[in-house]
Each structure stands twice: as C-alpha cells, then as structure tokens.
C-alpha cells in the first residue's frame, strides 16, 4: 500500500501539522485532534537535527499511551513516520 507523502509546513521556523494528517496516525478525527491540542490532551516535541541529524527536524506528539515520531527534512519533507503504543499513561 502507497501512503501519501506528506510534508510539515515550515512556519516562522516552527512546525504546522495538518490535523487531518495527524489524525490518521493518532487514530482521531480531525476535530478531535485540534480539539485535544487545545486542552493539553495532545501535546508534542519539537526538535532540530545536530551533528550527524544536522538539517534534519523532529516532531513527536503523544496520546493517551500513543507516540508518533516524524523525521523530516528542513524543508518539512517528512523523510520518516514511526508509531508507538505503549498503552495508556499512569501518574
């Protein structure tokens, strides 16, 4: 099965997410997802490449015991996607 490549949108330097993308990988909708990002439900990491990673960029979001890891190009080419469950968080 072909995925859609998908790319990030590059910001004033920081990283735009579509939701619709994000969703499928969360397994949410995309009212879902913007509505999680908003209450904190949703939170992520942004992370830029050094030394051997030089020119690339990272963005992890998590979820409810999900992390979504994508690799991208500075120009927001995502280069790699990797999904993680690892159940639900505890406190």
Known sequence: ?????????IRD??????ATDLSGLLGLTPAEVQAKMRAGEITSRFETGE?????RIRLSFFHGGKTVRLTCSTDGTVLKTMRTDVGPRTR
């Open 51 to 55: 030394g051997k990673d030089a020119g």
């Open 1 to 9: 099965m072909k995925v859609q490549a998908m790319k990030i949108e």
């Open 13 to 18: 330097g920081q990283p735009v997410v579509d």
